[in-house]
């Protein structure tokens, strides 16, 4: 599964185990959260077609929502994670399978501040294209 892949690809990275050792969560952390973390969400999927067949290529854009108690903390993790996934490509092994990633592009990200929990998060999004 894709969501696998992805948290194998970030886990593998030093930078991001250096930051968040393990704390990536799909959706939402868990209650209270110890920060930084990383939660990601799925935004879209889209198939490719070919001459009228299912090409079985995906792409799909995810926002890996980065956490932190500084401004400066939460970039930082960001820019680790940016790092580690931007123009990732090869065969991603992990418990129960595999996936083929084509190719993930950077698309953009922006600052936010959780007034409620008095907490800064940038969240940075990205197009996947992988073998479904």
Avoid: H, W
């Avoid at 950077?106 to 600052?111: E, N, P, R, S």
């Amino acid at each position: 599964m894709i969501e696998e892949a992805l948290n194998t690809v970030l886990e593998a990275n030093s930078a991001v185990v250096a930051l968040v050792s393990g704390r990536i969560y799909p959706v939402l952390a868990p209650e209270p959260p110890q920060y930084p973390f990383i939660a990601y969400t799925l935004a879209s999927e889209t198939n490719y077609s070919a001459m009228g067949t299912d090409a079985g290529t995906l792409r799909r854009r995810y926002q890996f929502d980065c956490y932190d108690k500084t401004a400066t903390g939460a970039s930082n993790l960001a820019d680790a994670v940016k790092a580690a996934l931007l123009r990732y490509r090869g065969t991603v092994n992990y418990t129960g399978g595999s996936t083929v990633i084509r190719d993930i592009f950077a698309l953009g990200q922006v600052d936010l501040f959780d007034f409620e929990a008095r907490k800064f998060k940038r969240a940075v999004d990205f197009d996947v294209v992988y073998d479904g």
